[in-house]
């Protein structure tokens, strides 16, 4: 029995004294791998660390106290990393790296360089002399770089752009252009299945030139999550209690922010080796839905706007236009005390009102080898007083052409209504009975109708006598230019209808 315990206490002790050796060499492979790739950092940039550790058990590497440091003719930039962990890092990443260095080409874009199957930073903090930036924690999943995008011959030097930048100068179109160009390395040159940031702050100062002053501004986002990001293209990215504030533009809050399925990898391949922007470097971009929720607006001087969620859908580019998209905008609450308008506030003490609520969409679809174009789901809506919806479709739109061109093959356009119609009878009857002034509308309708013919006369008085949805559509036996409808209204009456195909239906 003695026998065995002292055997087991020898194993145990062996065990231990293997795993601190392998600990010891595991701690100084990481550091020999750090040192290597610091000596192979550019002039002007200098990184220190005071510890690094790697455990062969769990995989997790964890360096600690890092400092960064970047000499640019504009000042310096500071960083600095209170922890950095990795797990089951890839211990080759500094070979892998060397030898895409020194042959960039012999690499696809596609290629992609393991960093770690986690990677968790906390306590970030940068500093230039245009801004300051906090980070409670970052983590990335599945962590890869891409080595040909990030090292792309002709590629600007980072450090070169921010030397560009000289305060009390408006960048120059050079500039601008080069910083997208790098942008696109960037969104090319990183890849991870997830990703979380965690208690961002900002703040700092803009460039002040001919036309506006320094401004002062501030970003504060509580939590960022995204899944899917690879080589440009985002499955899906989420934003928690975003707010920004500056000088000029007072402060903006979202209660959240998310962006679905957003695609530039193919744009961002263009502009690698693009030369000048042109509209055709943007085919392929496109974006399935971003919204904005819960939106408040504080300007430096008066009362807030809140904004219930504005979202951008279904947007493509295609031969250097888009071909589709949506905008819709929920609850935006005006307030007659937010106008500055007199005839605006005379108006809305005249409705009775003191406030609308606001919403609008529109959407489009373009057919690029027919040139037929839809408008579809597109309305204005004031919930106290009514709302309008519009379909369309138009012809005679092939890309590259003018849009007035464009040519109104058939349209659909509803009023329903909230309260509108009584608000205008009292407004007419000028406080006298409002009765009355409906009897005169439909006395003006059957007698300016005539010309219409008695269909349309007989839905322009059921809507007066009792005001609920009024529908029109027009159906021109040939599609009519955009640019003869503008002038309809010089038109004979008695070929109005007719040229346009109009009907009218009344509460239906």
Known sequence: MRRIGFWGAGVLIALGLVYWGGSFYFDQAVRDGLDQSIQRLPPGYKVTYKTATYSPLTGKAEVGGIEIHVALTSGLFDGSIDQLELVRPNLKLADGWSDAVANPTAWRLDQALPVADQILLRGLHFQSAFQTVDVDTERLDGGKLYPAALLHPGLPAFANLLDGFQVGQKPSEEMIFAMLRLEAAFALGFGCDRWENIGFRASGKTLPNSTLPEQSFTYEIAQLTASGLDRGVWQSLTGEEVAFSST???????????????????????????????????????????????????????????LEDFTLADIVVAQGEPVSGALQLKGLRLNQNQMTDPAQIAFFTQLGIDHVTVGLSFA???????????????????????AVDLSAELVGMPIGANPLGAKLAKATLHYRDASLADRLLRLMARGGDPEQARSELILIARQQGEAFGPDVTAALVAFLRKPGALTAELAPPEPLPLAALAVARSWPQDQLAKVLGLMLQANQ
């Open 248 to 306: 000029a533009a007072g402060t903006v809050k979202f209660g959240r922010l998310a962006f679905s399925a957003l695609d530039i990898r193919a744009v961002a391949t263009r502009l690698l080796d693009a030369t000048a922007l042109a509209p055709p470097l943007f085919d392929g971009l496109s974006l399935k839905r971003v919204d904005y929720a819960d939106m408040t607006v504080q300007p430096p001087v008066g009362v807030p706007l809140s």
């Open 364 to 386: 489009f679809d373009r057919d690029v080898a027919t040139g037929r174009a839809t408008v579809h789901d597109t309305y204005l809506k004031l919930d106290e007083l009514g």
